[in-house]
């Protein structure tokens, strides 16, 4: 999050500001959503990859369930039947 832009809270972030959100490390954040840990999918804008604010703090709130269970209890499973 720039700190000339403090008082701006974006609704997509970047890996490293959605790692300050969480209160963890680009690496690790990163390490998570590759796993599958992270619950919440990133969106893709171009060449950006970026998530959304909402669902991060909506999954914190959740007790941060592995990416699987958070797709489920969010109604965005996509398994094909």
Do not use: Y
């Amino acid at each position: 999050m720039d700190a000339t832009n403090n008082n701006l809270n974006p609704l997509l972030l970047n890996a490293k500001d959605a790692a300050l959100l969480l209160g963890i490390g680009r690496t690790l954040f990163l390490s998570m959503h590759s796993s599958g840990r992270l619950g919440p999918e990133p969106v893709n804008l171009g060449r950006r990859t970026l998530w959304r604010r909402r669902e991060l703090e909506d999954w914190v709130a959740a007790g941060c369930p592995n990416r699987d269970r958070w797709q489920v209890q969010e109604g965005r499973s996509c398994h094909v039947a």
